[in-house]
């Protein structure tokens, strides 16, 4: 039997290439090997204030990104969080095992809900276990995401064997999937960030949808450290990020990148590089309308069923184990 995964990203914003590098990419590559999991996590983004027409807009466009992305819907199962209530079903009862102490020290409930904890959702606090809930349901075995993801999988493991260890054997323990280039996409306005979309400053970002004129603009903006060569450093951080990208769009190795810019200047790097990232995104936004409405919804229908098949058994077995059945 074929090993599991499950992912997900959530419809707020605009994806931006970190998204893809980071998780996307990934996704695409794993679903031969794996039975995967792809999930549009619509309840995640309400944990943030979201404009209800948007977001069910927003939530059918990510599905068509995915799709973009080379997500097939023939290998992987696509479907929306809140067409399978199991989600949050199983979520209530992992926050009953949930200490206050594990959440506080998740780190990005520190950077989004730090400027007013009194006031912050308390969804925003509980994310995580949600989270949670989306992995264990699909007895997952790899979860590929982003660096930033890696504090909320350990959190989903640390309940899945507690659960296991008071309730029985019920959870697969899943393991992350943390690519070595790419789990971190930096700001191209500030490399000591990651690119987010949530991010002010849309400048920081190369969104998927992005035309060619914007992505130049951003590349040419993009600030950059001292020194002058174009390579690899630790120390350097903007050069690192902007090269780890055109590595990554190019799919060549980190010494032909290096080797192909040597006595090259940043002008002549960035025009490069600008024009990588709208080769690589054309056909990319060309498949994004790819889908009309009815096989969209179609997709999204017969991925919900298939996820709510697995979803139902695992919670059927959690509520056994704690006496609601
Ligand atoms: N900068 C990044 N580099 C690499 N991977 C990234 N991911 C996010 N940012 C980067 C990965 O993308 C997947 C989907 O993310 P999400 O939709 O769940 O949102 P997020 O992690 O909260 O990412 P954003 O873009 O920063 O959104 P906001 O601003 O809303 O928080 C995840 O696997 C994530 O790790």
Not at 145 to 166: I, M, S, Y
Not at 250 to 262: L, M
Not at 294 to 303: D, P, R, V, W
Request: proline letters at 4%; one cysteine or more; hydrophobic letters at 35%.
């Amino acid at each position: 039997m074929k090993k599991r995964i499950f992912s997900g990203a959530q419809p707020t914003g605009s994806l931006h290439i970190g998204n893809y590098l980071g998780a996307l990419k990934n996704w695409v590559a794993l679903q031969d090997e794996y039975e995967a999991f792809y999930c549009i996590v619509n309840l995640h983004a309400i944990t943030l204030p979201q404009d209800p027409k948007t977001l069910r807009q927003k939530t059918l466009d990510l599905a068509r990104i995915y799709l973009a992305a080379g997500v097939d819907p023939e290998k992987s199962t696509i479907f929306i969080q809140s067409d399978v209530p199991e989600h949050a079903e199983l979520t209530w009862v992992l926050s009953c095992i949930t200490r206050m102490g594990e959440l506080e020290r998740m780190t990005q409930f520190k950077d989004k809900g730090k400027e007013n904890t009194e006031r912050a959702g308390v969804g925003l606090f509980t994310y995580p276990v949600l989270m949670a809930a989306d992995i264990l349901l699909y007895q997952t075995d790899l979860v590929p995401v982003g660096q930033d993801q890696k504090q909320h999988l350990e959190l989903t493991r640390d309940l899945a064997e507690r659960f296991n260890r008071d309730f029985g054997e019920t959870f697969k323990i899943p393991e992350p999937y943390i690519p070595k280039a790419g789990a971190s996409i930096k700001s191209l306005q500030d490399p000591s960030k990651k690119m987010s979309k949530s991010d002010d400053n849309p400048n920081g970002s190369i969104f998927l949808l992005d035309d060619a004129d914007a992505i130049t603009k951003k590349i040419k903006r993009a600030v950059t450290d001292s020194g002058t060569d174009i390579t690899f450093d630790e120390s350097r951080p903007a050069i690192t990020n902007l090269l780890t990208i055109y590595q990554l769009l190019t799919g060549k190795s980190r010494e032909d990148c290096v080797e192909h810019f040597a006595g090259k200047g940043y002008g002549h790097f960035k025009a490069e590089l600008a024009e990588a990232a709208v080769e690589f995104l054309r056909p990319f936004q060309e498949r994004v309308n790819e889908y009309d409405d009815a096989s969209l919804n179609t997709i999204l229908k017969n991925g919900a069923e298939k996820a709510s098949a697995v979803a139902a058994f695992t919670l059927d077995q959690v509520y056994k184990r704690t006496g609601i059945k």
